[in-house]
Every structure is written in structure tokens, then in C-alpha cells.
């Protein structure tokens, strides 16, 4: 098979280098032997190709076919320049199976930042029922503390945040799917644990776990306390919602989470998630967002929609 040599490679990329009717010209002098039957394979006059070689020739100072008396071929470079046609051709259809299988969800991945507390959820309730039906679909999960998610969303680290807060953030695109009140999460046995809600009062006599300051759940916990004019001290600080869940397991204090948040424990019987009654703990709102602007691709599109029309129904 003829190769490319640098030099023809740069020719054919130049402005004033070869168009597709030329090549497509070529190509048919190539597989039909001549110019005449190639005008007859497709339907065009043999002097419109012969004008159209003739003119690229002059623009390329170079020599693409040969005439001998009737009989013509190709040159050296317009042989090249037909497997540089089959070359774009070839290149031309990977590109669309490439873009079925994008547009099928055969291909492609996507970024999700995604708050600890909803990622057992997330993948109950979303992705595992992506992934069984788009297995093909390269996910990638990135979890942290909210400022850190949403920067991951607004740098395009992530395609999607799903998390509590980010409705306020004016570089991103946040629909509400989700209202779930915080809770205070005792372990079973404890006295608050039968009583259908709590009141903030009611959580002071208890040694209380908290989050770092960076959690969103945490600057909720921190507000109430405030406006019911409490002062308090966490007798433990952690940055794991599954840390917190231990902790409060083991009856090590009250954590702070929604029950959806605790659910692994909460199923297995150790803790129990009891609803604060306080106005901001019903505010405890949660988001699917991406950056304003941004185009999903039909993979990253798709789940968003997913993430919306499944968690809202939970």
C-alpha cells in the first residue's frame, strides 16, 4: 500500500490543497481506469473532471494524472491523494458510529460530585438501574464536603452535583428533586428513639456529634441551635456521615442526618432517624445541578433527568 510522506500529508491539510470533488474525482478515475468511465459512474461530463484535475493540478504545482495518448493514471501523488480520500472516508464513518453510540448511550462517561449522605441513595435508587440498563457508561464518583462539589462542578471536574444547597449559587443550573427534614440519629433503645419528632431542646442533655464546618448539613445543625438560642459544644467532630452513623451506633452521641442519609444503619436495626421539629430542619433541601452554560453530553443528560424523575419519587 502507497504511504503518506510528511510533505504530501501537510499538501493535502493546506487551504489551497485538494477538495472533496477532486478526491472523489480521482477516486473514480482510480477504480474505473479512466475518465470517461468515471464520468459514467457518476453522471457527471468527462470535462468536468478533466477541468476539476486540471485546476487542482495548477493550484498544487504538481501532477496528478498521466496521459498517454488516450490512456491516462494516476501519478505518484494522485494515488496518494485517493488513499488520502479513503483515509477521510474511513475516518468520516468512525465518526458517525461514534456519534450513534454516543447518542444511544453505547459510549461516553460522566463526572458526578456527589454529597456523602446521598450517595447510598444515589446508587439504590439511580444508578444502579442506569448502569444494569447502560453498562457501557463510564461513571465516575467524587464525594466531598459541598464547596469542594460545587468548585468541581463550576471547573468542570464533574458533570453533575448532587447535594444539599446549591440552589444558591449563581454560576449554577440547581433543580429541587428531593425534600427530606434533618434528623437527629440516636441508637435504638434510646429515649428519643420511639417519639415521632424531637424538638432542638430536647438534643442538648445528650453528648452531640458533628461535621466539619464544610458540610451543609452542619451549618443547618448549627443554625438551629442558634435561633432557639443554644449554646452547644460537639463532644465529637468528624468529616464521614458513616463515621457519624458508628459514632451514634455505638451510643457515642446524637448525629445529624436525614434518614435517608442513615438508611444503612437505620435498615439494619442499629440507629433510628427521628425528624427535629424546626423550620430549618424542613428546609433541608436537596439539588441536581451543573454550571450555567455548560452542554451535557447525551450520557451525562440523560442521568440528570434519571436523577430527577427517581429520587423525587423516593
Keep these: 500500500m502507497l504511504r503518506w ?60 494524472v498521466s496521459r498517454r495518448g488516450r490512456s491516462i493514471s494516476l501519478t505518484q501523488i494522485g494515488l496518494a491523494a485517493v488513499e488520502y480520500g479513503h483515509e477521510q472516508e474511513r475516518h468520516a464513518k468512525r465518526f ?71 440552589s444558591r449559587d449563581p454560576l449554577l443550573n440547581a433543580r429541587l428533586f428531593q425534600r427530606e427534614p434533618l434528623c437527629a440519629i440516636v441508637p435504638v433503645g434510646h429515649s428519643l428513639a420511639s417519639k415521632t419528632s424531637v424538638r ?18 452542619q451549618g443547618y445543625v448549627t443554625a438551629m441551635f442558634w435561633d432557639a438560642k443554644l449554646s452547644v459544644s460537639p463532644t465529637i467532630t468528624c468529616d464521614l456521615f458513616t463515621v457519624a452513623l458508628s459514632l451514634a451506633a455505638e451510643g457515642l452521641g446524637i448525629a445529624f442526618m436525614t434518614k435517608w442519609a442513615a438508611k444503612e444503619k437505620v435498615d439494619a436495626g442499629r440507629v433510628v432517624a ?31 433527568k434519571e436523577i430527577v424523575r427517581l429520587m423525587s419519587s423516593v
Excluded at 493535502?12 to 479512466?34: C, F, M, N, P
Excluded at 432542638?200 to 448539613?217: Q, R
Excluded at 433541608?284 to 440528570?304: E, H, I, M, Q
Aim: with cysteine; aromatic share 6%; glycine share 8%.
Design 200 to 217: 432542638i431542646e430536647d438534643l442538648v442533655h445528650d453528648p452531640l456529634i458533628f461535621m466539619s464546618g464544610k458540610f451543609a448539613s
Design 274 to 304: 427521628v425528624p427535629i421539629r424546626h423550620p430549618i430542619a424542613n428546609t433541608f433541601d436537596r439539588y441536581v445541578a451543573t454550571r450555567v452554560g455548560r452542554k451535557l453530553s447525551p450520557a451525562a443528560n440523560f442521568l440528570w
Design 96 to 166: 458517525r458510529m461514534q456519534l450513534a453510540e454516543y447518542r444511544d448511550l453505547r459510549r461516553g462517561h460522566v463526572t458526578l460530585a456527589v454529597g456523602e449522605g446521598l450517595v447510598g441513595s444515589l446508587i439504590s435508587v439511580v444508578l444502579k438501574r442506569f448502569h444494569q440498563k447502560y453498562p457501557d457508561i463510564a461513571i465516575n464518583i467524587r464525594t466531598g464536603p459541598l464547596p469542594d462539589l460545587i468548585r468541581m462542578v463550576r471547573d468542570d471536574e464533574a458533570d453533575i452535583c448532587v447535594s444539599v444547597g446549591t
Design 5 to 64: 510522506t510528511q510533505q504530501e500529508k501537510r499538501m493535502a491539510t493546506e487551504d489551497e490543497g485538494i477538495s472533496e470533488r477532486t478526491l472523489e474525482y480521482l477516486g473514480a478515475v482510480a477504480k474505473h481506469g479512466g475518465m470517461r468511465q468515471a464520468a459514467e459512474s457518476l453522471g457527471v461530463n468527462v470535462s468536468t473532471i478533466s477541468r476539476q484535475i486540471a485546476s487542482t493540478e495548477r493550484n498544487l504545482r504538481l501532477a496528478l
